[in-house]
């Protein structure tokens, strides 16, 4: 990866996938536990409101599913910018 318009693009989409990670997670922990929650209120999962669940439970599985499809991602990148381990 000596090329700079290589590394550049690399970058970029790093970047890229970091900015999706971080609105995601942002969507599901703040967005649907504490803004939207009183919106989620009349949807029920697992005994309790859909906010109130998205707060306890269901951002802390999204944040696992995200850990693994980062580190997917990143090494599907890594492969086609050739700087794999």
């Given amino acids: 990866m000596a090329d700079k318009s290589s590394s550049h693009a690399y970058w970029q989409a790093n970047v890229r996938v970091i900015l999706i990670s971080l609105a995601i997670w942002f969507i599901c922990s703040f967005g649907m536990g504490i803004i939207l929650r009183p919106a989620l209120k009349g949807i029920s999962v697992g005994g309790a409101d859909l906010g109130f669940w998205m707060a306890q439970n269901g951002s802390i599985y999204v ?23």
Avoid at 69 to 80: G, Q, T, W
């Fill in 63 to 85: 944040f696992l599913v995200l850990i693994f499809a980062y580190a997917a991602k990143m090494n599907k990148l890594d492969r086609e910018h050739g700087v794999e381990e």
